[in-house]
């Protein structure tokens, strides 16, 4: 591969010299010519008129001029140009290397050999500017009578952005060999230029020109070329060319313009997330940077949606050692393979296991020593937990409070709980389990800042396990220096299991696109604003905390639906039809942040706010919670009652309240819950 590239470049580096050797034999033919045409001009171009004196002295410093020229044009890179590319600069260039060698011509001339005539000089310079600019631009010429008459048959493009932007990624489209894209017309705010052209394209007026303009020109495709408006901005444009049905794709930041990588390949198709209703979140990279680097990472769930993101951004900030602990090989293989490519000197490892394997994920921290844990290993597909909600107990709350014991036992400094908006006054099983999780947490916090973190107990579903891990845990430390926190959000778009992926696949087959409610609502967040978030929460954190992003208005999963169809090029209920299927078992028409009692205070990230920790007995949950797995180990029917015995919040969509039961009483297996009942 290397060899054959190499070759690819000698190949081009022989072209290119061949093309500038044969562009310096013309120019010497261009001013030889140049000024004994303006000699048989001077003489009514009748060259038997031309004195013999004056051909002679053109003849002698023919030569000499010729040697200058070349000398001022290589100087002046006339022969480094891409004039694929010409531009003003090398306009520019030519003018000043035709000044520099009349002048030259004028001067040296007469001193050297002999007087000519005056008008020999003028006319002389000025044949020489066209016939040097004009073989250089010529090329650029034809190319663009090509691509003009290559594009009868392709795509109709409208071009929103008349600004460097758009001018750069025009000038693309005009000189690729590959795209058959045609601009129809140019769509600015900028009423002052309005009326006007860039490169024959007229500019036909602001956004509000967008559809009708669209239905004039029969535009097919819509380049959005505006990466330094606003987001407000962006998002009205964007919603008007939904409407139009055309093909949408857009810029996906101002750092391309910075850097000089407009081009069509650049652009991506508008995402859905394009549309949502506020600012994207951004976060203190040099926060993050400081609190990442050198130290080491585990990542729970790393093969996750949420996980592999979470292990792209760390890797990137330079950990000592990232490590990714996962159950399913598949994933957590990909983003191993990916990370290595990308970052051939990370030190990785990835490792297999279950949260719920007291031994296994004891064996992790006591043999890598992680500083930092973000724990994101989880079921949280809402209706399939509904259907088994004993797996929900054990991987979501059990696993986590096991994670989150060892890594309090081996001297873990901060522990990270990915957690969901369904936490809040839940009504499935999947937010109660992770309402239960925060509660570890908030247990786990609280304890250690009492200075009673000896008093929280092993969990252990058997004897023999019990009896491993109490020989490789030992006592815990005199000082547990862990602190732990929450990161709650809501729906992530594009993430294993959410409602996008879905209505992608079925846009592809013709649908029916389908949703629960006409008016059930969501909050929705970005995979890079969500893993965002979890890292500025690692900075943020001091211990018990829960939390919480901003994000904005709610959007309607309907809207949702058919802003995705629109962008896909059709229209909805008339190309893809919508289907409503009712609510599924555990869901709600909204979902809630945070409970009205916990509060909220601010950090320096103003999107991101923390919530206050509704208080309940820890030695009391302590107790319930050993009970609750006992149960989920049985898989006992009536776990749901368990649970709502715990999370006092937790009801079911109709508005009851599964019935309350006692603890110790219920517990199937008490001998196996002894330790904590």
């Not at 009692?597 to 208080?615: C, D, R, V, W």
């Amino acid at each position: 591969m290397a060899a054959n590239e190499q070759m690819k470049r000698r190949f081009h580096l022989r072209n290119w010299k061949m093309a500038s050797l044969a562009l310096a034999f013309y120019d010497v033919f261009a001013v030889t010519f140049s000024y004994f045409f303006a000699l048989w001009l001077r003489f009514d171009c009748q060259y038997s008129e031309i004195p013999e004196e004056y051909l002679r002295c053109w003849l002698r410093f023919a030569p000499i001029y010729a040697g200058f020229c070349l000398l001022v044009f290589f100087v002046l890179r006339l022969y480094r140009s891409v004039w694929k590319y010409a531009s003003f600069s090398e306009l520019i260039r030519t003018i000043g290397g035709t000044i520099l060698t009349g002048v030259f011509h004028t001067v040296a001339m007469p001193l050297l050999i002999g007087h000519m005539p005056i008008s020999y000089y003028l006319f002389g310079a000025a044949t020489q500017f066209l016939l040097v600019l004009g073989v250089r631009f010529a090329y650029r010429f034809v190319l663009l009578l090509k691509s003009r008459q290559k594009v009868a048959d392709g795509c109709r493009v409208m071009l929103i952005g008349a600004g460097a932007a758009g001018q750069m990624l025009l000038r693309d489209i005009y000189s690729s060999r590959e795209l058959s894209d045609h601009v129809l017309c140019i769509i600015d705010d900028d009423a002052s230029k309005h009326g006007r052209y860039i490169k024959g394209i007229p500019i036909v007026g602001g956004r509000d020109e967008i559809l009708a303009s669209c239905q004039k020109y029969a535009i097919e495709k819509i380049y959005v070329a505006i990466p330094s408006a606003g987001d407000a901005d962006k998002r009205d444009i964007l919603g008007i060319c939904k409407e139009t049905g055309c093909t949408l794709k857009t810029l996906p930041g101002i750092y391309q313009l910075v850097n000089g990588e407009v081009t069509v390949g650049r652009m991506k198709d508008v995402a859905i997330e394009d549309l949502l209703g506020r600012k994207p979140i951004t976060v203190n990279l040099d926060e993050v940077f400081d609190f990442i680097r050198g130290r080491t990472i585990l990542v729970t769930g790393g093969g996750g949606s949420i996980g592999s993101e979470l292990c792209r951004q760390i890797a990137s900030h330079k950990p000592k050692t990232l490590i990714i602990f996962d159950i399913y090989e598949n994933n957590a293989y990909d983003i191993q393979i990916e990370l290595r490519e990308k970052y051939p000197d990370l030190d990785l490892v990835v490792l297999i296991g279950s949260v719920r394997d007291s031994r296994r994920i004891n064996q992790v921290f006591r043999d890598y020593r992680p500083d930092v844990v973000y724990h994101a290993a989880a079921h949280k597909h809402v209706p399939l937990m509904e259907d088994s909600p004993c797996e929900a107990i054990k991987d979501n709350t059990i696993g986590t409070y096991k994670t989150a014991y060892a890594a309090m036992a081996h001297g873990c400094k901060r522990f990270v709980l990915i957690s969901t908006d369904k936490a809040v006054n839940p009504t499935n099983v999947m937010g109660a389990s992770k309402r239960l999780c925060e509660m570890v947490i908030q247990t786990f916090d609280r304890k250690i800042r009492d200075g009673k973190a000896r008093e929280i107990p092993l969990l252990f579903t058997h004897y023999a396990e019990a009896e491993d891990v109490d020989r490789e845990f030992g006592e815990l430390p005199e000082k547990v220096v862990t602190e732990f926190v929450a990161v709650r959000f809501g729906n992530v778009l594009g993430s294993n299991g959410s409602v996008i992926p879905l209505f992608k696949r079925q846009i592809a087959k013709g649908g029916p696109v389908t949703v629960t409610h006409p008016d059930i609502i969501r909050y929705f967040m970005t995979i890079p604003e969500a893993v965002s978030l979890v890292l500025q929460a690692g900075v943020y954190a001091k211990g018990g905390e829960i939390f919480v992003l901003d994000m904005g208005e709610p959007v309607k999963i309907d809207a949702l639906a058919r802003n995705l169809i629109k962008l896909s090029g059709y229209k909805p209920d008339v190309d893809i039809p919508i289907s409503y299927t009712g609510l599924r078992p555990g869901e709600k028409l909204f979902e809630e942040k945070l409970m009205a009692e916990e509060g909220m205070k601010t950090t320096p990230n103003k999107l991101i706010h923390i919530g206050s920790p509704l208080p309940f007995d820890e030695d009391e949950f302590l107790k319930e919670l050993g009970c609750l797995m006992a149960a989920a180990y049985e898989n006992d029917p009536t776990i749901r009652r368990k649970i709502a015995s715990i999370v006092r919040t937790y009801h079911v969509v109709d508005g009851t309240v599964p019935q309350e039961g006692d603890c110790a009483g219920d517990c199937a297996e008490p001998e196996m819950a002894a330790a904590v009942c």
